[in-house]
């Protein structure tokens, strides 16, 4: 497997690898990751579709990418993955999928032109003061040290961030900035976070610092992702014959480890209560996605909270019984343990069955929710809440089963070990109308009213998810094993705890690509896997970011000793007339 760049490669199509029609794939999960394996191994690798074997312990496909009207609870989505231009495996994956509207197109060519035609922009990104726009709302305000400490964090090599969580590295200047307040709640970071990640997300999204505020790089889909992206997905990989075994729990993948080689030889299973077990060969292909971050979730209703006990969970046992092997395997205990009691762990669904909040959404979005436009365009984040709450609202209908009368919300909260400010109690401990009492109070709504909207105009789902932010766990080099372990002759592993190099997790970008580069390494497919996009090797975007990191200052404005080199009158001398003078009027400095 290697990387490349450039439509030289993006329309290549590969040939049919040696010994392929001998062997068979064998995917455990059936989230993203698994899917597009299996694509890939069809569409790049030339495998017969019943070759494939797909194995899901739920009786449906699509893992954390869900959407799903639960007739006895209602509509259910536990969140949703944002989306942008250069999530450059991603649309490799779509651009051959049919979309369900028009078999004629690709999902993604129906997902350019959506976009197109409606792109996102936030009108609103934080609120306060019960549904006001917070006063610098727009503006990152961060000070000349917390840049520096940005700056530092990003030029620090991964080796020397192991371990080291997020306020390890940054003062509490840096924490008081809206850029924070936006960073965490557009990707749910918490200061106890990996700052390892947290470097690979500077360096990923460099190109969208300028947009943080205002999310017009966010793409979104028609409806919730699981209809308008795992629904096509699944109804193409059926039609070319891939076998699914849904209700079925892998417990084991028995690894031959003698030899500096790595052979899976049996998979473990529980199908139907029943223990069984299967003999792999080493032509045969296992592909496992360990751990999940909607493993054990639990819901509740209107007038019950979703339930905070739960089981360790298959994929997490899986993977334990897969390190058991060999240290190779990545150490899941990082992940699935110890996590700290400030995290996201809850979000709730808010089907509301009327108009009478649909005053304080337009105040807040500046979109009529019925509009079928994007309405909030990613979060938006109420600063002063306790449990540091947010939003979002898709367009609407976000179902295609939706009744026209009826507006899907869905919120979160990032902080879980304090009080509401309405409803004094901590967010797991809430019923669904509780969840939703509390965020009609922060958007507004008179308290007289409240109660009554919530029990009588609304249906919330809350939904505990135990695992929802253990991506981000502070980890060192080797606790995520890498996608194909060293000396492995048919076993991969894919998905966000698999470890490759520079993309970030949380994303379903990662997904696809971890699975992309473990079908392309088992098989020797002869194309480049798309590397991932260059934004922070390209000087542009970081004069760009310098702009932007400082509220859009010019250069002479910026008072960062290391930019004030530049200012120097004969320095500057030097620059006018050249290329690094059109360079910084681009960027806007100058």
């Not at 917390?146 to 003062?171: C, G, H, M, S, Y």
């Not at 609202?393 to 939706?402: A, G, L, M, N, T």
Request: aromatic letters at 10%.
């Amino acid at each position: 497997m290697y990387h490349s760049n450039g439509n030289y490669e993006a329309f290549a199509n590969p040939r049919k690898p040696e010994g392929v029609d001998k062997k068979s794939a064998y995917i455990i999960g059936g989230g993203l990751a698994g899917l597009a394996a299996a694509v890939f191994l069809i569409r790049d690798g030339k495998m017969k579709g019943n070759k494939i074997h797909i194995f899901e312990e739920l009786p449906l496909a699509g893992g954390s990418m869900d959407g799903i009207l639960n007739p006895q609870r209602g509509y259910i989505i536990r969140g949703g993955r944002e989306m942008e231009a250069h999530f450059e495996t991603l649309w490799d994956l779509f651009r051959s999928i049919p979309s369900l509207e028009d078999e004629k197109v690709s999902v993604l060519d129906e997902f350019y032109w959506l976009n197109k035609d409606d792109p996102s922009f936030s009108h609103c990104r934080a609120i306060e003061k019960r549904g006001k726009r917070m006063k610098d709302d727009g503006k990152l305000t961060l000070t000349p040290t917390a840049i520096r400490e940005l700056i530092d964090l990003a030029l620090t090599p991964e080796e020397k961030l192991q371990d080291v969580q997020i306020d390890q590295v940054f003062t509490e200047e840096f924490f008081e900035s809206n850029f924070w307040l936006y960073w965490a709640t557009m990707f749910a970071f918490e200061k106890w976070s990996s700052a390892m990640e947290m470097r690979r997300y500077i360096l990923r999204f460099i190109h969208h610092v300028g947009k943080l505020a205002d999310m017009s790089a966010l793409k979104f889909t028609r409806y919730n992702q699981y209809e308008s992206l795992i629904t096509p997905l699944v109804r193409w990989l059926e039609n070319n014959g891939v076998k699914f075994h849904y209700d079925t729990r892998i417990t084991n993948v028995v690894i031959d480890c003698k030899s500096n080689k790595k052979v899976a030889k049996k998979i473990e299973m529980i199908k139907s209560g029943k223990e069984k077990e299967m003999s792999i060969t080493p032509d045969d292909l296992v592909f496992v996605t360990n751990g999940s971050i909607t493993e054990s979730t639990t819901y509740g209703d209107n007038d019950t909270p979703a339930d905070a006990h739960h089981e360790l969970g298959g994929s997490w046992e899986l993977w334990k019984n897969i390190a058991k092997q060999n240290k190779e395997f990545g150490r899941p205990e990082k992940f699935c343990e110890n996590i700290p009691a400030a995290n996201w762990v809850m979000s709730a669904t808010i089907t509301l069955t009327d108009d009478r909040v649909v005053p304080y959404i337009e105040k807040i979005c500046k979109k009529n929710p019925h509009s079928g436009s994007i309405v909030s365009s990613g979060p938006v984040t109420i600063k002063d809440s306790n449990w540091l709450y947010g939003f979002s609202i898709s367009r609407q209908p976000h179902f295609r089963s939706q009744k026209p009368n009826e507006i899907i919300v869905w919120t979160y909260g990032l902080l879980s070990d304090t009080e509401g400010n309405y409803v004094k109690k901590k967010i797991a401990d809430c019923t669904g109308a509780e969840l939703c009492a509390e965020w009609l109070y922060h958007i507004g709504v008179p308290e007289k009213e409240i109660e009554d909207i919530a029990h009588n105009s609304a249906n919330t789902v809350p939904s505990h998810m135990p695992y929802i932010t253990t991506y981000f766990m502070p980890r060192a080099l080797g606790d995520r094993p890498l996608v194909v372990p060293n000396g492995s002759v048919n076993l991969a592993f894919i998905g966000n705890y698999a470890e490759t190099e520079r993309d970030t997790v949380f994303t379903t970008e990662y997904s696809v690509r971890t699975a992309m580069e473990a079908v392309y390494t088992l098989l020797g497919i002869e194309r480049g896997v798309p590397e991932v996009f260059d934004s922070c090797f390209d000087v542009r975007m970081l004069l760009q970011s310098i702009y932007y990191l400082n509220d859009r200052k010019k250069l002479h404005e910026i008072d960062v000793p290391w930019v004030l080199k530049l200012l120097e009158k004969q320095g500057m001398k030097k620059v006018r007339g050249t290329y690094l003078e059109e360079l910084l009027k681009e960027a806007k400095l100058i």
